[in-house]
Nanobody
C-alpha cells in the first residue's frame, strides 16, 4: 500500500489543523491506521491509531481530548483532526499502515509496515 499524507502547515497555538492520509494499493480495510510524529531532536512517537473498521481508536495521553482520528474506508482515507494545538505538537507527522489484522490498534511503530511521507506541523506560541 502507498500512503500520501497532507495537510500540515503553520498555525498559532490554540488553532486547528486536519491531516489527511490517502492510501492506494491493497484493500484499505486490511489495515489498522496510525499517526506518529517526530519532533526535532526527539524520537518518533505514537499519536493515534484506529482499527480497521473504525470503531476503536487509541491516543497518546498528551493529545487526548484535542485530537481525533477517523477513517472512511470507502475513500481509502484516514484523518487526524488536531484542535487546541500547542507548541509542543510541532513535529513531522507520519501516517502508517499495519497489516497485522489486530482487533486493537497497536501503539508501537514496530508493528506498522508501511509509512507515508510526513507533513510538517508547526505551532507558534
Amino acid at each position: 500500500v502507498q500512503l500520501q499524507a497532507s495537510g500540515g502547515g503553520l498555525v498559532q497555538a490554540g488553532g486547528s489543523l486536519r491531516l489527511s492520509c490517502a492510501a492506494s494499493g491493497r484493500t484499505f480495510t486490511s489495515y489498522t491506521m496510525g499517526w506518529f510524529r517526530q519532533a526535532p531532536g526527539k524520537e518518533r512517537e505514537f499519536v493515534a491509531a484506529i482499527s480497521r473498521g473504525g470503531t476503536i481508536a487509541e491516543y497518546t495521553d498528551s493529545v487526548k481530548g484535542r485530537f481525533t482520528i477517523s477513517r472512511d474506508n470507502a475513500k481509502n482515507t484516514v484523518w487526524l483532526q488536531m484542535n487546541s494545538l500547542k507548541p509542543e505538537d510541532t513535529a513531522i507527522y507520519y501516517c502508517a499502515a499495519d497489516e497485522g489484522r489486530r482487533t486493537y490498534p497497536s501503539l508501537s511503530s514496530l508493528e506498522y509496515d508501511y509509512w507515508g511521507q510526513g507533513p510538517l506541523v508547526t505551532v507558534s506560541s
